[in-house]
T-cell receptor
């Protein structure tokens, strides 16, 4: 059964701590994306990657980092530099590079500060 | 960059009534307009999309219309059911924009039985 798997579902971060959110897809999609969702707001793009070993900053990249060492995997690290990390994080993918096509989303990770 | 505005932010209808959600976009180069439905605590899922070379698209009770001149597109849900209750997001993207979609802020639709 193909899809996008995000883990963990819930994550708590202590002050000064970096945490990593996992995103794995078995859809053989080329491009992957990370979004942040705050209450009452739309999805805001953090980072995206259209090909292995390459990624670009989105609209709100400060305080976050990513890697794309494998086509299937696109982990997001929330660093201590992100002062307001509490949000719902969604990973997505598209079959091809470019966005004039549907995005497939994971179930999300809810991050909170301890 | 692209800016997408979505209205209304909340919408409450009686079961069986129609619901309409509207989005406006700023960049005339945008050419792909999807609509996603997100149930509480779940992932957004595509329900319908439209490309700029089409004015209207329908799928059973759901339809989307696009007015390129006015730069707006709308989601129409007819014969609403309680299971239609969710948050609906519109988005706009353009070919060659290197992976960037711009989303509206969402509309919370409540269908009262």
């Amino acid at each position: 059964d193909g899809g996008i798997t995000q883990s963990p579902k819930y994550l708590f971060r202590k002050e000064g701590q970096n945490v990593t959110l996992s995103c794995e897809q078995n859809l053989n999609h080329d491009a992957m994306y990370w979004y942040r969702q705050d209450p009452g707001q739309g999805l805001r793009l953090i980072y995206y990657s259209q090909i292995v070993n390459d990624f670009q900053k989105g609209d709100i990249a400060e305080g976050y980092s990513v890697s794309r060492e494998k086509k299937e995997s696109f982990p997001l690290t929330v660093t201590s530099a992100q002062k307001n990390p509490t949000a719902f994080y969604l990973c997505a993918s598209t079959l091809y590079r470019g966005t004039d096509q549907p995005q497939h989303f994971g179930d999300g990770t809810r991050l909170s500060i301890l | 960059g692209e800016n997408v505005e979505q209205h209304p932010s909340t919408l409450s209808v009686q079961e069986g009534d129609s619901a309409v959600i509207k989005c406006t976009y700023s960049d005339s180069a945008s050419n792909y307009f999807p609509w996603y439905k997100q149930e509480l605590g779940k992932r957004p899922q595509l329900i319908i999309d439209i490309r700029s070379n089409v004015g209207e698209k329908k799928d059973q009770r759901i339809a989307v219309t696009l007015n390129k001149t006015a730069k707006h597109f709308s989601l129409h849900i007819t014969e609403t059911q309680p299971e239609d209750s969710a948050v609906y997001f519109c988005a706009a993207s353009m070919r060659g924009n290197a992976g960037k979609s711009t989303f509206g802020d969402g509309t919370t639709l409540t269908v009262k039985p």
